[in-house]
């Protein structure tokens, strides 16, 4: 009897997560690469300035600011948008085990996972919630 | 000297810093910081920021293929995760408050703590347990495959592990580091799970973790893009190739060299904190 309730044992829900995590990475390690490609062949022969604390401009801060200059084909958006794909990584893992855990109806791991996921949302908001 | 030399040379760094984190133990993250910030002469939240990116990489790359070996404890690592975002948030809200002298002071003493700790041998816990009525309620008790079949754990003193694991957690944020060491005290000694489950479960929180506070470092602009890409790229390859090489070195020649230069790096991360250099 292969009922729904088996597909969704932990050993199934490991190697789930197992996929997205793999998936996850390769997609921000190409958006990076391709990024920094782009940024390289722009700004190669520039002086670099890191000796000196500036923070980034806002574009590069906020999701909706990376988005635009990434659609921009800016090579620093992009670079920016891979690290982003690269931090939402967790966040969809964490976010994919609420789920596994309401099919298990394991209701108390619901509440655990979704504390979890609030706390990294609020942070992926920029702490303003 | 150009970007796009700089580049190379970072990228080179975080070659060298995931090949030694993953041979020793000690993780990437820590130790690509130290050497941007006192070779390269790169600001240290710019390298605390960029490390943080590589630790969410070389965990994510790790956890994939653990995950699938059944080592990981998802109940334990979910719960205690807790503890390590909510710290991880408290911890990237500190370091906008205290000055980077005392992050990198801070940072030195990690540091020589996490040498010391993964340079003494770990003690496995006890077969036979008897399980907690907390850990019970809360199903974290479990097995683990071994070469005379499965072996089952039942994890003590929850509330221990979850108050460490806080700490863990501020120092992850605060320093963009995973936290390795700590987590493995409390899994290992507080709440007595065998080795290879704590090693694993840590691996697969500690990205969920240094999310917890990228955000805040990214809207901070802590994240620059040109720095981050080399760093990742060069501590996920390091990580990997260290992962591979690990099996045929002779780890004890090679901990004992590389853990002289960590202690020279801490050191110099104290020094350069208290004369106000960094």
């Known amino acids: 009897m292969a009922s729904r309730a088996r597909q969704w044992t932990d050993q199934n829900v490991e190697e789930w997560i197992g996929n997205l995590l793999r998936v996850g990475m390769t997609l921000a390690a190409a958006v990076v690469l391709l990024g ?13 300035q890191y000796h000196v604390f500036r923070g980034e401009p806002t574009d590069l801060r906020s999701i909706s600011g990376i988005v635009k200059e990434a659609l921009a084909f800016q090579g620093r958006g992009l670079i920016q948008l891979g690290l982003l794909l690269l931090i939402a990584t967790p966040v969809a893992r964490v976010a994919f085990s609420v789920a596994a855990f309401a099919r298990e109806r394991d209701r108390l791991y619901v509440v655990v996972t979704l504390i979890v996921l609030a706390v ?6 920029g702490g303003h919630l | 000297m150009n970007i796009f030399e700089f580049t190379l040379l970072v990228g080179a760094s975080g070659l060298l810093a995931g090949f030694v984190g993953s041979l020793t133990g000690l993780g990437g993250g820590i130790i690509i910081t130290p050497l941007l910030a006192l070779a390269l002469g790169v ?9 943080l990116v590589s630790v969410i990489a070389t965990s994510s790359g790790a956890a994939a293929a653990y995950v699938r070996e059944g080592f990981s404890n998802i109940r334990i690592g979910m719960f205690l995760e807790i503890a390590t975002t909510l710290g991880a948030v408290g911890g990237a809200m500190l370091a906008a408050r205290i000055s980077t002298g005392a992050i990198s002071i801070i940072f030195g003493l990690v540091l020589l703590y996490s040498a010391y700790a993964s340079s003494r041998r770990r003690h496995e816990g006890v077969g036979d347990c008897r399980p907690d009525p907390l850990a019970t ?16 754990y039942c994890p003590q003193a929850v509330p221990a592990g979850f108050s460490l694991m806080f700490g863990a957690g501020i ?7 995973g936290s390795g060491a700590v987590k493995v005290i409390a899994m290992d000694q507080a709440m007595g799970l065998p080795f290879k489950v704590s090693t694993t479960t840590s691996n697969f929180m500690i990205g969920v973790t240094a999310a917890a506070s990228a955000g805040l470092y990214l809207a901070r602009g802590y994240i620059d893009p040109g720095l981050a890409m080399p760093v990742m790229l060069g501590v996920v390859a390091g990580s990997v190739a260290g992962a591979r090489v690990l099996p045929y070195a002779k780890t004890r020649w090679l901990r004992l060299v590389f853990g002289f230069v960590i202690v020279v790096m801490a050191i110099e991360m104290i020094y350069h904190g208290l004369t106000g250099r960094l």
């Open chain 2, 43 to 51: 600001d240290i939240r710019y390298a605390i920021g960029a490390a």
């Open chain 2, 171 to 177: 120092l992850s944020g605060l320093l963009g580091i």
């Open chain 1, 120 to 125: 990294l949302v609020y942070s992926l908001a």
């Open chain 1, 36 to 48: 920094g490609g782009i940024y390289l062949l722009r700004h190669g022969r520039a002086t670099p």
């Open chain 2, 137 to 152: 309620r809360m199903k974290m008790n479990g097995s683990y495959p071994t070469p005379d079949g499965p072996k089952s």
